[in-house]
């Protein structure tokens, strides 16, 4: 008796065969927000028109917070147009300690100075309202606005070319304090600055100082917090160490506003805190009344008055039509 024996029927399955599946391609967004279009404000959080914010020279038109301004709006903001003449250029940074941290000093200069400044301070002369003064600017964009032997070099010569020249000077501060790849000889910047001051006002010539966010270090600890009038920008960073250092140094909360312009305008170490529109006009009055002489501005203000204000008199021996 024969035995059938069945077996099942073997199917071939391939499973390294790879199913094949249509390909979608991404809906194309074709009104896309362009880049550059809309700023969000650091304080509020608001969604800003760019244009719209550069226009009210970056100010927050709903919180009112100053956001930093470029060193190029800065300029044209607080100078008449055209009126700017640069001096002290031929002053340049040298390697003095060859200083490397994660790259040599020269190359972080180099990389610096593609934001169009060749250092962390411009001077030089300008007009401001037609008076003419001695004008320095710090430039943040520039590793933070740091002082260097540059930095305090310019500073010093422009503070003596107004004393040599009998200018007002006017500094605008901006910066992180003292350049550390310098060491000792950014330090030193500080003792020079302040001499040159005194000098300065041993000949009663005026001397204003702009706080903007930041100002702090040696900067604030030298030439920034010297002036015979210190104005603050409105919530300017403005101290020496910084708040988050103090904290954890005294192991103690700090007041809300801490080292804001306010707060230190509260406790008397600022004059005056003014919003950023107004700053030139301030500083044209201030110029006014510390050296009794008006700008063109004034003079056509009170000429402009003189002839509104002046009676409407008949001319003698006019006669009228009723005679």
Known sequence: MSRTILRPEVTSVAWFKKEKYSTLKPPQMRDRIPEGLLTKCDNCYTALMTK???????????????HRLPARERLALMTDPGSFREMFTNIQPTDALHFVDSKEYPERLKAARKCGFDEAVITGEATINGRRVAYGQMIFEFVGGSMGSVVGERITRLIEHATANQLPCVVVAASGGA????????????AKTSGALA??????????????????AGVMAS?????????????ALIGFAGPRVIQQTINQILPKGFQRSEFVRDHGFVDIVVPRKDLKRTV??????MTGQPDESMRAAVAEARVTEAPAHEPTGAVTAEA
């Open 179 to 190: 350049r550390m790849q310098e060491g000792i000889l950014s330090l030193m910047q500080m």
């Open 223 to 235: 030439y920034a917090s010297l002036g015979d009038v210190c104005i603050a920008e409105p919530g």
């Open 284 to 289: 044209a009055l201030l110029l006014y009344y």
């Open 52 to 66: 719209d914010l550069e226009e009210n020279l970056r100010v927050c038109p709903k919180c009112g917070y100053h």
């Open 199 to 216: 000098r300065h006002a041993a000949r009663r010539l005026p001397y204003l100082v702009i706080l903007t966010d930041p100002s702090t």
